[in-house]
């Protein structure tokens, strides 16, 4: 059965980008509600101040008003409007006085110069609600004679000497006022869109300052495991420290768990060496049962050496703060090497630079490091050299090169494998190199054997970079 393969999941918003987005939305929504409310309500008020305009027209009207005997109705010229509007043509600003038949039509009227001989901006609908209440101002929209938009204002009185009522009305030209607010509505839009686009920028910017504490322990976190730091002890504000302490708190547990694993480790390999020593010592016969014994015990405490060496490189792997220069290790190894082997011509040089740290524990970059450059001069002709280089993925490359007889690919594959031991003539028990990969793995890196320029064996182990 295949393996199910767990959905990618999706990247998390980070808190600035979702509160961003949020002011976003909340600036679109004041933006456009702000601008809607204020222009509908500059509009309501213009409005309201022409109709109170166009109400007091119609109070003038009934002065100039008057009602002859035989029901006629006739106007007084000195007692109408005086606004030169209402005597210029097609000014925009209209009054008439229409008098109404017993079937309820509009007959004839008296009406301002300004309507001229044009139809009568006076809608049926708002004509007959007039009539249906009189003496109440009824107000409504209408085409002039120009074609230009109207607020009229209509109300029906009753006269003495008439039975039928007699309609007032005003009108004014509103394409000012509708002027008005489509610019009050302009204005609102380009204020308001430059004070939401500075009132995000300002956000944006805080946000940036606040969060820069975070980045700050983002960054000391990052240097206490790379071994930069001990712990996180910045100058960080009062929101933070909090989640700080609780970090230093879970660095210090860390530390301990992994101290306390390694006494135990190295607890069990006293316990565990110390008879297998004294099954050794006891078959120092001849017999074939003193020779089993002598191998199996052997083969027990390669086994015993193998894992407790694990065990310990896991528990330093686990540790945080983990970090060990190059140079000084290697250049330990190379004298100690040097005077082993300086007697059968072998000689050991490093070119590794100062300052170079990987994230790894001192002891098992030494484990690593000596297994390999070891087996070099076991099996090298003269020379073995010590390089290091940069590698991919923030790995740093530790090269050992000699000048033997090197491995073939079979050889190389095999070379790795715990127990394997490629020269049976050769003193060993086949664990150094599959220690060496364990240790390396167990620290994010790796072992790699290939053919080396020298035309011997290259031995690479990349380690993480610190």
């Excluded at 009227?109 to 049926?124: A, E, K, T, Y």
């Excluded at 230009?148 to 000497?161: D, F, G, K, S, W």
Aim: charged share 25%; aromatic share 4%; proline share 5%.
């Amino acid at each position: 059965m295949s393996e199910s393969i767990p959905p990618r999941q999706k990247p998390r918003l980070s808190l600035s980008r979702r509160m961003l987005i949020g002011a976003v939305v909340w600036s679109l929504i004041a933006v456009v509600g702000g601008i809607v409310v204020m222009t509908i309500s500059y509009r309501a008020q213009t409005i309201r101040l022409l109709e109170q305009e166009l109400d007091s027209i119609l109070v003038t009207l009934p002065r100039a008003l008057e009602v002859l005997p035989d029901g006629r109705v006739v106007d007084e010229e000195d007692k109408l409007p005086s606004d030169v509007r209402y005597d210029l043509p097609l000014s925009g600003r209209y009054w008439a006085m229409v008098a109404v038949n017993d079937e309820g039509e509009v007959a004839n009227d008296i009406r301002s110069q300004s309507l001229w001989d044009g139809p009568l901006p006076l809608p049926r609908e708002q004509a007959l609600s007039a009539l249906s209440n009189p003496g109440m101002t009824v107000y409504g929209n209408a085409r002039g004679p120009a074609d230009e938009r109207l607020r009229v204002a209509v109300r029906a009185i009753t006269v003495p000497n008439r039975e039928t009522p007699i309609l007032l009305m005003a009108a004014a030209d509103r394409e000012a006022t509708d002027e008005g607010a489509n610019q009050l509505r302009f204005l609102l839009l380009i204020s308001m869109t430059f004070l939401a686009a500075g009132t995000l920028i300002a956000l944006w910017v805080g946000l940036r300052l606040a969060l820069l504490p975070f980045d700050r322990v983002q960054l000391h976190i990052s240097q206490v495991r790379e071994g930069k730091r001990a712990k996180l002890d910045g100058d960080y504000p009062v929101e933070v420290l909090p989640l700080t302490q609780e970090l230093n708190k879970l660095i210090d547990n860390n530390r301990a768990i992994v101290e306390r694993a390694q006494t135990h480790v190295g607890n069990l390999a006293h316990a565990l060496k110390t008879p297998l020593a004294v099954l050794r010592n006891e078959a120092n016969g001849s017999t074939p049962l003193d020779d089993v014994v002598r191998r199996q015990t052997e083969s027990m405490r390669a086994n015993v050496d193998h894992y407790l060496k694990r065990a310990q490189a896991a528990a330093r792997s686990e540790a945080l703060g983990v970090r060990t220069e190059i140079a000084p290790v290697v250049d330990g190894l190379v004298r100690l090497l040097n005077r082993l082997f300086g007697e059968s011509g072998v000689t050991v040089e490093s070119t590794i630079p100062a300052s170079l740290y990987v994230r790894v524990e001192a002891q098992d970059l030494e484990e690593m490091l000596g297994n390999v450059m070891e087996n070099a001069c076991k099996w090298t002709k003269s020379r073995v050299e010590v390089s290091s280089e940069p590698g991919d993925n923030g790995l740093m490359l530790i090269h050992v090169d000699d000048n033997g007889e090197g491995l073939t690919a079979d050889e190389m594959t095999s070379a790795v494998k715990r127990g394997v031991r490629l020269d049976e003539t050769a003193p060993g028990t086949g664990l150094g190199l599959s220690i060496v990969a364990d240790i390396a793995e167990m620290n994010g890196g790796k072992l790699t054997l290939s053919e080396s320029q020298r035309g011997g064996l290259r031995a690479t182990i990349a380690l993480r970079r610190s």
